[in-house]
């Protein structure tokens, strides 16, 4: 991974900013779940403020890649941190004021910052490839992902510190300051203006050019590709965590450090993949990288399946050589699964024209979304009905076949071609209906 490239003044304002805030939103997602559980102690309370989090970017998420392909991008980044700011101030006077947030306050501050959200991100994810190009996009796109795996994981360790000492409250004032923080620094960035506003805005036209951006990636079928791909990959990988703490707690019997170990070795691999993807990246096509990284994680998955069965855990005295086993798959699977994002994120920024960025990339985060719960729920049910390793083994083939289903429109598509002629190699008639 090139650090180099922080000397760019517009990229290193951008990283700064983005580190800023998301430590402050790590901090307060964990502080919050605290604060819930401890004040109701109620599990399916909890559950609902995750669910009702997730609602407002599922309706809104594809309509407002629309705004953020008309108005200025910079000045959206810049106004949306600090309304978050402001709502979060305003949120941590009420706390102050009353002594506690109730339970219908914290569901409005929820949806309030999770609407935010649905806005802010078709935004965001422009200014990366507005301000860098070429060979620096992959190393930034590197970055980019290594500060948003280091704030996931320091971020929580942080929040918890604080939280047992403090409460929620300095966690509140900490989160507002950072959106506050990170506006003050995108300021500053120059950001070209790519958007394109049409001279008359009404629902006619708003609707003409959300539709505009469908068309587009139907009609670009490497992007269709990586719609789809992504969908039914998050559908069937998202539930892997509730496989995992059933595998290693209920079977393998592990203890709560093996398994914030287990937890550790994902944070760890997360990091190192940022790493690598670079001297990786000069030997490989993005889409290369992209059919063989989400191949491998299917395959890593169906050996994991072999973990708890009876053949494989007679073979030792103890669970000490599963657990490692299944230590070091979770390792493999985190490297191989974030080289899988930020190979995505590079095919995507170099495929699709920045004028329509916003809509596109709101399309494909609003399925990816969406497809998240509704792999939890049903992997949930499966693991409480049919066998541990059946449920991974099946998870594992989803990805696998998925990824031979979409394999000619994957490594077709070239980094050395421009977007225009990449339509062209991935025109011919392939197979890669769902």
Avoid at 68 to 80: E, N, P, Q, S
Avoid at 276 to 305: A, D, Y
């Amino acid at each position: 991974m090139n650090f180099l490239v922080l000397k760019k003044k517009d990229l290193g304002l951008l990283m700064l900013s983005e580190f800023i805030s998301l430590i402050g939103t790590q901090m307060q997602e964990l502080a919050l779940s605290l604060y819930v559980l401890k004040t109701t102690g109620s599990a399916t309370l909890f559950a609902s403020v995750l669910a009702i989090s997730i609602i407002p970017q599922l309706i809104l998420g594809s309509f407002a890649g629309v705004f953020a392909d008309w108005y200025d991008r910079k000045k959206m980044i810049v106004y949306l941190d600090l309304l978050n700011g402001i709502i979060v101030g305003i949120f941590t006077i009420i706390f102050i004021l009353n002594g506690s947030l109730s339970m219908t306050e914290i569901y409005i501050y929820v949806i309030i910052l999770s609407v935010i959200t649905a806005f802010y991100r078709p935004v965001i994810g422009t200014i990366l490839p507005s301000i860098v190009n070429g060979e620096e996009l992959v190393a930034a796109t590197s970055l980019s992902s290594f500060i948003s795996n280091l704030s996931t994981l320091i971020g929580p360790v942080i929040g918890a510190m604080l939280f047992g000492i403090f409460g929620i409250f300095i966690i509140l004032l900490i989160n507002s300051f950072s959106y506050i923080f990170a506006s003050i620094f995108e300021m500053f960035i120059n950001v070209p203006k790519n958007n394109k506003k049409p001279e008359k805005v009404n629902l006619q036209v708003f609707k003409n050019d959300f539709i505009g951006g469908i068309k587009f990636i139907i009609g670009k079928k490497f992007i269709f590709t990586v719609v789809i791909m992504a969908v039914i990959v998050n559908f069937t990988l998202a539930p892997l965590t509730i496989g995992l703490v059933y595998l290693s707690k209920t079977i393998l019997k592990v203890s709560d450090f093996q398994y914030g170990l287990l937890e550790g070795s994902f944070a760890a691999s997360m990091m190192m993949a940022p790493i690598i993807m670079g001297p990786i990246h000069k030997k490989m096509n993005t889409g290369t990288i992209l059919f063989f990284s989400i191949f491998t994680v299917g395959i890593l998955i169906i050996i994991m399946g072999i973990i708890p069965t009876n053949i494989y855990l007679c073979l030792f005295s103890g669970n000490i050589i599963p657990y490692f086993s299944l230590l070091f798959l979770c390792f493999l699977v985190g490297i191989m699964a974030t080289m899988a994002n930020i190979a995505l994120s590079i095919a995507f920024q170099k495929t699709v024209p920045l004028e329509i960025m916003g809509r596109v990339g709101a399309v494909i985060s609003t399925g990816s979304l969406a497809s998240v719960p509704l792999g939890q729920m049903l992997f949930g049910v499966l693991f409480d009905k049919v066998n541990t390793s059946i449920c991974l083994i099946i998870m594992g083939i989803i990805p696998v076949i998925t990824m031979m289903v979409f394999r000619k429109n994957l490594m077709k598509y070239s980094d050395a071609l421009p977007p225009e002629l990449n339509d062209i190699v991935t025109s011919d008639e392939v197979t890669t209906q769902p």
